[in-house]
């Protein structure tokens, strides 16, 4: 079996997350879920060891498939994938827009460190799901439970002060 490292900013993690995940254990065996700072993003809503914590709960009934570890890093992901020693970086796919960004993402890595990277596309009713809106539509108290596992939804609304 393959070692993967499917690196993010889980800010926070959803059901589209886990998806991608549950795909790359039953492909590979061995998942490291790197949570990671974007600088080209604005920091999110929760703090690494508030994402650290939320991960780790959430896929906790999916290492009955196989090994996940979860850890954070703070760098390049090709750095991560070799400090962790994995084999691939595993992306998720929503869109064909999202394929135009990771092409040219996992091109560079792989110039530039010999990573190479595997997408898995989401199952078709999660396609519409990102982080970005969710924590938008919590903030404003709307209902994002169809969107994220029953404990981040309770980390979201303690976030928006609803609990």
Request: aromatic share 8%; proline share 6%; glycine share 10%.
């Amino acid at each position: 079996m393959a070692k993967v490292l499917y690196p993010g900013s889980f800010d926070p993690i959803h059901l589209g997350h886990l998806d991608v995940v549950e795909q790359a254990l039953d492909l590979f065996g061995h998942v490291v879920v790197c949570t990671m700072h974007n600088p080209s993003k604005p920091s999110g809503q929760f703090a690494l060891d508030e994402r650290l914590a939320m991960i780790d709960e959430v896929v906790e009934p999916l290492r009955r498939l196989g090994t996940v570890d979860v850890v954070s890093f703070a760098g390049l992901a090709v750095d991560a994938a070799r400090s962790n020693g994995v084999d691939f970086i595993v992306k998720g796919l929503r869109t064909g827009g999202d394929f135009e960004v990771e092409q040219q993402m996992a091109q560079t890595n792989f110039v530039a460190a010999g990573v190479r990277t595997v997408y898995l596309p989401c199952k078709p009713s999660l396609v519409f799901i990102s982080s970005r809106f969710i924590r938008e539509i919590a903030q404003y108290g709307g209902d994002v439970s169809a969107m994220v596992p029953p404990s981040v939804l309770g980390h979201l609304e303690r976030a928006s002060g609803r609990s």
